[in-house]
C-alpha cells in the first residue's frame, strides 16, 4: 500500500490563480480530511469528509472546496488563491472498522507559495 | 467548535529527564485524544492516544492521562533521550465528526545530552 499520498510536494502561484491540491488514499478509508500548518498555529482543519459524497466544514474553510465523489480520492481547491494561504498542507485519512477508525494517517504534505 | 489549548509551547529537559505537556479542551463531546510527533519538514506521527472511556494509558516511555471532568489530558516521557526532541501535538476529535482533528499549537521538546 503507498498510504496517503499527495501532489504536488512544492507549488508556487500567484495571488489570483487557481489550483487543486490532490490527496489520495489506498486503504479503502472512509474518513479524509484536509489540515493546513502555519508556523505556531499548530495544523488547522479545513474540511473534512466521512464518506464518498459528503463533506463538512471545519475551522479554516474559506478560501477552500473539497468534493468526495470516489473513497481513495479527496481533493483541495482554492478558487482564487491569496497570500494568506501559503502554507503547509496535509491530508490525512482513517478507517472505521474494527482495526481502528480514529487513528489519522498522515500525508506528506504540500507546501504551497502565494506571491 | 472545540478550542485545545496546549501547554509549554517550548519545554527543554535534560537527557534522562521526564517531560509533560499539558492540553485542554472546550467541547465536552470530543472522545479521542491523539498526540502527535513531528519532526523539521516532515508529516505528524501517531505516538500514542487515547479514548474518552480509558483514563491512563502507557506505552514504553510515554504515557498519557485523561481527566474528562476536568477537560485536560497529558503526556509524559520519561527517561528523555536526544531523539526525542521534535514539536509534540495534542488534538481532539469526535466519533461523530470523522474523527477530524483540532490541533493544540505544539510544544518544541529539545533534550539536551
Known amino acids: 500500500n503507498a498510504g496517503v499520498t499527495q501532489t504536488p510536494k512544492f507549488q508556487v502561484l500567484k495571488t489570483g490563480q487557481s489550483m487543486t491540491l490532490q490527496c489520495a488514499q489506498d486503504m479503502n478509508h472512509e474518513y479524509m480530511s484536509w489540515y493546513r500548518q502555519d508556523p505556531g498555529m499548530g495544523l488547522r482543519l479545513i474540511h473534512y469528509s466521512v464518506g464518498a459524497g459528503i463533506t463538512d466544514q471545519g475551522e479554516v474553510p474559506n478560501g477552500y472546496n473539497v468534493s468526495r465523489s470516489t473513497t481513495e480520492d479527496f481533493p483541495l481547491r482554492l478558487l482564487s488563491a491569496a497570500p494568506s494561504q501559503t502554507s503547509v498542507y496535509f491530508c490525512?485519512?482513517?478507517?472505521?472498522?474494527?482495526?481502528?477508525?480514529?487513528?489519522?494517517?498522515f500525508g506528506p504534505g504540500t507546501r504551497l507559495t502565494v506571491l | 467548535g472545540e478550542n485545545v489549548e496546549q501547554h509549554p509551547s517550548t519545554l527543554s529537559v535534560q537527557e534522562g529527564d521526564s517531560a509533560v505537556i499539558k492540553c485542554t479542551y472546550s467541547d465536552s463531546a470530543s472522545n479521542y485524544f491523539p498526540w502527535y510527533k513531528q519532526e523539521l519538514g516532515k508529516r505528524p506521527q501517531l505516538i500514542i492516544d487515547i479514548r474518552s472511556n480509558v483514563g491512563e494509558k502507557k506505552d514504553q516511555r510515554i504515557a498519557v492521562t485523561l481527566n474528562k471532568t476536568a477537560k485536560h489530558f497529558s503526556l509524559h516521557i520519561t527517561e528523555t533521550q536526544p531523539e526525542d526532541s521534535a514539536v509534540y501535538f495534542c488534538a481532539a476529535a469526535r466519533s461523530n465528526s470523522g474523527y477530524a482533528l483540532n490541533f493544540g499549537k505544539g510544544t518544541s521538546l529539545l533534550v539536551t545530552p
Open positions: 490525512a485519512s482513517s478507517y472505521t472498522a474494527s482495526g481502528g477508525a480514529d487513528t489519522q494517517y
